[in-house]
């Protein structure tokens, strides 16, 4: 059964960082593109980043950029995303999702809360 | 950054009756290159991530039932669901992949 299982959420003080993990089964991962999508629970969804499938290659929104760092380890099968000075306005639910285009593979995500 | 508009923002329909939503997109997402709409539609469910249930704006996804279609071009789209069932409850999204950063509709509520 293809699956993308993220981790690593938590609660987190404004300022402070989080390294939250993707591991992908059930398919050859590092043939494809892969992305971080974030959701307030019971909104809408937000595009954070994308990786191409060696690594080579990353895109963010601008929201994030400077301060998340998307990385990928195909021998380990596992997407991260690095995620320093963290605002308020950071928490959420982080889903990663598989695709070069479109999105046709997604996690449950895993809970980022930022607040003190 | 594109904008994707959705309406309307909650729909309640009667089990058997037709459902549908609309996506507008503040740019073209025709490309000249391949003649293809780069327009999805996701289905999520409470609890659930998003599930794709149609792409290239027309085309559904492998196991998606043919009760679930899309349609239009350029700037205007739609889902339709032609035959509402109780497991089609749900939030409905759009999603443009035209441009990073990739963007989403806001959102359709469908309850019976």
């Known amino acids: 059964e293809k699956q993308l299982v993220e981790s690593g959420g938590g609660l987190v003080q404004p300022g402070g960082s989080l390294r939250v993990s993707c591991e992908a089964s059930g398919f050859i991962f590092s043939n494809y593109w892969m992305h971080w999508v974030r959701q307030v629970p019971g909104t809408g969804l937000v595009w954070v980043s994308r990786?191409?499938?060696?690594?080579?290659?990353?895109d963010y929104a601008d929201s994030v950029k400077g301060r998340f760092t998307i990385s990928r380890d195909n021998a380990k099968n596992t997407l991260y995303l690095e995620m320093n000075n963290l605002r308020a306005e950071d928490t959420a639910l982080y889903h990663c999702?598989?695709?070069?285009?479109?999105?046709?593979?997604w996690g449950q995500g895993t809970l980022v809360t930022v607040s003190s | 950054d594109i904008v994707m508009t959705q309406s309307p923002e909650s729909l309640t329909v009667s089990l058997g009756e037709r459902a549908t939503i609309n996506c507008k997109s503040s740019?073209?997402?025709?490309?000249?290159?391949?003649?293809?709409?780069?327009l999805a539609w996701f289905q999520q469910k409470s609890g659930q991530p998003p599930k794709l249930l149609i792409y290239w704006a027309s085309t559904r996804e492998s196991g998606v039932p043919d009760r679930f279609s899309g349609s239009g071009s350029g700037t205007d789209f739609t889902l339709t669901i032609s035959s509402l069932q109780a497991e089609d409850v749900a939030l409905y999204f759009c999603q443009q992949y035209y441009r990073i950063p990739l963007t989403f509709g806001g959102g359709t509520k469908v309850a019976i």
């Open positions: 999702a598989r695709g070069g285009v479109p999105l046709n593979l």
């Open positions: 990786i191409n499938m060696d690594g080579s290659a990353t």
């Open positions: 740019q073209n997402l025709l490309s000249t290159s391949n003649n293809k709409d780069f």
